[in-house]
């Protein structure tokens, strides 16, 4: 699976739009980005996975650039609720396959009030 | 949907006992399972992935004997450290997977075992 890369941390304020940055400049064309987040204590949660194309579902938003080398995660208002350690994974997905997530250091968000 | 429960959330035992951790998926089929450990201020580390009804598949550097796990139904999987020392004192978590489209990972939310 792909490396990648993020900030150690990063701040937000309440009610503000976050963006947590990710690269993975060596991601191979069957690859999907996934993103997790994981508060404090608690198991990861997942967010949403995407292969090219922008996502979005009720918790954020997905934008992968073109080259798919980078992608942005977006949390359109965020609450205190979200600051959590967020990790962009890089893998295959196949139907009946059950590849392992390898999980790196992620960035904290901290939402400020 | 996709609810995975573990349990005990927390567990402290004295060292050279055995400590069982059991992980369900509530309200799903899970063809795997996966197990990873978590210990303070660093990342998730995957020891050992399940199949129903086979033998786990370890990672490399995980002792097979110390952690035993059993994946005996598709929807639990239990986790075994056997003669627990301190240095196993951790964040263990596991997580399902339905085995569908895009297999997403759906994690428990994870036992905190202290060896005194």
């Known amino acids: 699976d792909a490396k990648t890369t993020q900030p150690p941390s990063m701040d937000c304020a309440e009610g503000r739009a976050a963006n947590l940055p990710c690269n993975h400049s060596t991601i191979s064309g069957n690859e999907y980005v996934y993103w997790y987040r994981q508060i404090h204590s608690q198991g990861p949660q997942y967010i949403i996975h995407?292969?090219?194309n922008n996502e979005t579902n009720e918790m954020a938003s997905l934008i992968i650039t073109e080259d798919r080398k980078s992608s942005t995660l977006i949390l359109p208002h965020a609450t205190l609720r979200d600051t959590a350690v967020y990790y962009c994974?890089?893998?295959?997905?196949?139907?009946?396959?059950?590849?392992?997530?390898?999980f790196g250091k992620g960035t904290l968000l901290t939402v400020n009030p | 949907g996709a609810v995975v429960s573990q349990h005990p959330s927390w567990v402290i035992c004295k060292s050279g006992t055995s400590v069982k951790i059991e992980c369900r998926s509530l309200d799903f089929q899970a063809t795997t399972m996966f197990w990873y450990r978590q210990f303070p201020k660093q990342s998730l580390m995957l020891m050992a992935t399940?199949?129903?009804?086979?033998?786990?598949?370890?990672e490399q550097g995980v002792e097979k004997d110390k952690f035993l796990i059993n994946h005996a139904s598709l929807t639990l999987s239990t986790l075994t450290v056997t003669s627990a020392h301190p240095e196993d004192s951790s964040f263990y978590i596991c997580?399902?997977?339905?085995?569908?489209?895009?297999?997403?990972?759906?994690f428990g939310p994870g036992t905190r075992l202290t060896v005194l």
């Open positions: 994974i890089v893998r295959v997905a196949n139907r009946g396959s059950n590849y392992k997530l390898t």
């Open positions: 399940s199949n129903e009804g086979s033998k786990a598949t370890y």
């Open positions: 997580s399902a997977s339905a085995g569908r489209t895009y297999n997403e990972q759906f």
């Open positions: 995407g292969l090219k």
